[in-house]
């Protein structure tokens, strides 16, 4: 039987090296965490300026209000009168439709884009030559529960659209240029990488953050993240939400005004019946006629203001020459 | 000698290997890093357990054997509450709130049919009412067998102790609403301890009184900062809506400083001081972009009655309001 024997002298530099070796280990695994998993991103971190998905304009067809008690008629000649969805669509694109899907309530209290409304511009961007329409929103509430009682999904359903729920890996860490909030923050960009065109659903709401929610403010369903923190600074990251995306289009839908108890509401009796239907390229423009929607001035919300200062629209929408018209049908 | 090479080899390939092993779990940590989801977002964030009495009030038979519960019990607190009701959780965090717990419930024969129950746990009864006051919709119908409550073709508001409670229906079908408004009794009756009666209600005059248009503001009344806890009640005088209100003040000094800050803010904001002639000594009108205040103190309350109405349906108000404080022995 051999025995197997080590010199003091091996023993001792074995275990020098062995300490070295784990020595060495912990501090490359010390250099190398990280408590802070917010800095891991910034190496993912696209700064952005604008995402835009605008259409060359069209002297005199910027704005059109058309007057009626069906989202479905109002919608179809709000649109017709800026020249058709094909101005907008064309064969072949991709579309994104951003509704507002915030919250788990039935579409009668109008807390949410109506489904009509989904439903019908579906039916006009394929009508377009659309290849494929997308919907999708970042809830406040569970998303799949908002789409579901909404009835914003079996619109889509029944009309062709894919609604994209929004998962881990929608969303990207994107610092927009000049921009003090989005500043390497989730946003719901994926959706938003798979189309040509992009047109928000917004409803006219009273909003007790806010003052009122519409065209622009719809944009926050695209933060992701611990977004209430931005709550204290509503303004300014409505005004930066709306630098950031800047739409094909905006309809924004004021035949209920919610003008009581928003952004939730609750019941019919928080609703105004005021029949109108805004189909816009400016978004501030289309914001700040819903506004008197609500008995509201433009100046009577900051963000429209400030938005104007940096030259993302006008306020005074009445210089670009709305086209008005009236329909009938309640459909 | 041989011996000894042999193990030496097997030492070095036993390094080796370890070696490997560590760049191995080397690159699966970057790998993981890479697909970090940095903040937290709403769709991955849970609510918190239900308690036991609040699982206990939104049993599964709440709404009876033809509905049954959609969804477990959501618990949200003050840090969460956005998560469920956005911009309207200020109204909320500003009234005391301690915890929503919410659950929807949904008809056996139609899944179209489904009643959301919201629970709000405001602390005190005060509280409550302030946040059932100040929501109160115009088209309603009072709920003849509670103190606090209203409904609507779709929806049923209460508020009951230290609760206020919300059914929001998913149509405005007469069965459902009926249905909903079992349930809000069941509510009322496990939350109501004692009939809750706020402080100022006796003191305001009933004649051309608004039924049940008392509000409790607790904060911001009528655009001025200063103005906290103030009990307003709405009138109806030849056509014209006028405001009394009265600040929940705890002596005469506290009264006349916020009589001054109030007055003072609306001289500030461009308010004219009007000359009028009652007998009201010490009092003030101020009109302001078309509104008029009379403002008053009796006892240790600071008063007033505002509106776009004439003045000497404003006064006449103020009197009667003044004579109610002053012959008040509560």
Not at chain 1, 259 to 280: F, H, R
Not at chain 2, 44 to 53: D, I, M, N, V
Not at chain 2, 169 to 192: M, Q
């Amino acid at each position: 039987m051999t025995q197997n024997k080590i010199s003091r002298r091996d023993f001792i530099v074995r275990c020098t090296k062995a300490g070295f070796s784990a020595a060495a280990a912990a501090a490359l695994a010390g250099w190398l965490y990280e408590s802070d998993p917010a800095k891991l991103s910034v190496q993912f971190d696209n700064i952005v300026d604008v995402m835009n998905y605008s259409t060359p304009s069209v002297a005199g067809k910027t704005m059109s209000i058309v007057i009626g008690p069906g989202r479905q008629t109002t919608v179809t000649k709000a649109v017709e009168l800026l020249g058709g969805m094909e101005r907008f669509v064309k064969p072949g694109e991709n579309v994104l439709l951003k509704p507002n899907v915030g919250f788990a309530m039935p579409p009668r209290v109008c807390a949410t884009t109506h489904p009509d409304l989904i439903a019908q511009v579906t039916k006009l961007c394929y009508q377009a030559g659309a290849k494929k329409v997308f919907i999708a929103d970042n809830p406040i509430n569970d998303p799949k529960s908002c789409f579901e009682l909404t009835q914003i999904a079996s619109a889509a359903q029944k009309n062709g659209a894919e609604i994209l729920l929004p998962r881990q890996d929608y969303f990207k860490p994107i610092t927009l240029k000049g921009a003090e909030l989005i500043t390497n923050w989730q946003i719901l960009y994926e959706p938003l990488k798979k189309v040509d065109k992009v047109i928000g659903l917004a409803i006219v709401k009273d909003h007790k953050r806010s003052i009122a929610s519409m065209s622009m403010k719809n944009w926050y369903g695209m933060l992701g993240g611990n977004r209430s923190i931005f709550h204290q600074d509503i303004d300014k990251i409505i005004v930066e939400l709306a630098m950031l995306i800047k739409p094909t289009l905006v309809i924004l839908d004021g035949t209920q005004v919610m003008v009581s108890n928003g952004p939730t509401g609750g019941s019919e009796s928080d609703l105004k019946q005021a029949n109108t239907m805004i189909a816009s390229c400016d978004q501030v423009a289309a914001d700040s006629f819903g506004a008197s929607l609500l008995d509201l001035k433009p100046q009577d919300l900051p963000y429209l203001v400030k938005a104007e200062k940096l030259g993302l629209g006008t306020t005074d929408y009445q210089s670009l020459k709305p086209l008005y018209a009236q329909v009938t049908g309640a459909g | 000698m041989t011996e000894e090479i042999k193990r030496n080899r097997t030492h070095t390939a036993i390094s080796y290997l370890i070696l490997l092993v560590l760049v191995l779990i080397f690159i699966a940590i970057i790998i993981k890093q890479k697909h970090y989801y940095v903040p937290t977002s709403p769709i991955s964030q849970k609510s918190e357990p239900a308690s036991p009495k609040t699982q206990f009030w939104l049993s599964e038979q709440l709404f009876g054997i033809d509905f049954k519960p959609a969804n477990e019990i959501e618990t949200y607190n003050a840090d969460n509450l956005y998560e469920k009701i956005d911009g309207k959780a200020d109204l909320y965090l500003q009234n005391g709130f301690v915890s929503l717990q919410c659950r929807r419930y949904a008809s056996n024969s139609s899944q179209e049919d489904w009643a959301e129950v919201y629970v709000y746990d405001m602390a005190k009864a005060k509280n409550a009412f302030a946040v059932y006051s100040g929501q109160m919709r115009s088209r309603k119908q009072l709920l003849g067998w509670t103190q606090f409550g209203y409904k609507t073709s779709d929806s049923i508001y209460t508020a009951a102790g230290n609760y206020y409670f919300e059914i929001i229906l998913s149509s405005d079908s007469n069965g459902l609403l009926l249905t909903a408004e079992s349930a809000a009794k069941r509510l009322v009756d496990l939350a109501l301890k004692e009939p809750f009666e706020p402080f100022a209600i006796h003191f305001f005059p009933t004649d051309n009184l608004v039924t049940n248009s008392f509000k409790l503001i607790r904060k911001d009344a009528f655009g001025c900062a200063e103005m906290e806890n103030i009990f307003s009640a709405a009138y109806s005088v030849n056509g014209n809506s006028l405001t009394a209100f009265i600040a929940d003040t705890q002596d005469g000094s506290s009264a006349q400083a916020l009589f001054a800050k109030y007055h003072g803010f609306l001289i500030e904001n461009g308010g004219t001081e009007l000359p009028h002639n009652i007998d009201m000594p010490g009092s003030k009108a101020v009109e302001l972009f078309g509104t008029t205040d009379i403002l008053f103190q009796c006892k240790n309350f600071f008063a007033g009655v505002r509106g776009s109405a004439p003045i000497e349906d404003l006064t006449k108000l103020a009197i009667s309001f003044k004579n109610s404080l002053k012959n008040d022995t509560k």
